[in-house]
């Protein structure tokens, strides 16, 4: 799941982006409005964490603008502690959810997981698809009602799929959302978690479309 992390508190950024990596999310990190709102406008995030109070540009105005431009990734807004006014504030300019300062890793990356959950359109945090069922607050997945074990990656790789049935996915994307977009060198390790999964859950379980990537088929 890749998030981006809007805060330019380094310590803060520092604290929640080694925890979240930890709970298997991708972090990229903007530190300051300018850039968190580029961020935001160019690239495919699965979820925003937006602090409000940013150098040059602060986090409302940010959030104002992104939705204008009918960008609708789900945002989860970082409050300084006891601030109603910044909570309402960021909800009226449309954000999904708020969390006041300090923050607590779990909490977040379980506000993250439902914010996604909410976005594609199912409150369960599992995932059915055929005889495949992925849970993926406890990281299990079965197949038939036997359990499988993936490791974090491949369940990573899973979810990624699961949460995009009948669309074409390439190797690209499949390793920014894996590594991050610094890593994209390491586009071709996606073949081989790819080859695992077929291995452990069936050949079919994901299709190879000549020179665009791959697919799960509905
Ligand atoms: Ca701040």
Known sequence: MRVLL????????????????KEGFVIERAQNGPD???????????VIILD???????GLEILKRWRSQKIDTPVLVLTARGTWTEKVEGLNAGADDYISKPTHVPEVAARLRAL???????????????????????????????RVELTAIEI?????????????????ELAESIYGSQDVRE??????YISRLRRKLG????????????????
């Open 6 to 21: 809007v805060e330019d508190d380094d310590e803060l950024a520092g604290r929640l982006s080694h925890g979240l990596k």
């Open 36 to 46: 968190g709102l580029a961020m935001g406008l160019d690239c495919e995030f699965d």
């Open 52 to 58: 409000l109070g940013l150098p040059e540009m602060d």
């Open 116 to 146: 996604v959950r909410r976005k594609f359109g199912t409150a369960s945090p599992v995932f059915q698809h055929g005889s495949l069922c992925l849970d993926s607050t406890a990281g299990e997945v079965t197949l038939s009602g036997e």
């Open 156 to 172: 990573q790789l899973l979810s990624y799929f699961m949460h995009r049935i009948g669309r074409v996915v390439s190797q690209y």
């Open 187 to 192: 586009s071709n390790t996606v073949e081989v």
């Open 203 to 218: 050949r079919d379980v994901i299709k190879t479309i000549r020179g665009l990537g791959y697919k799960m088929d509905r």
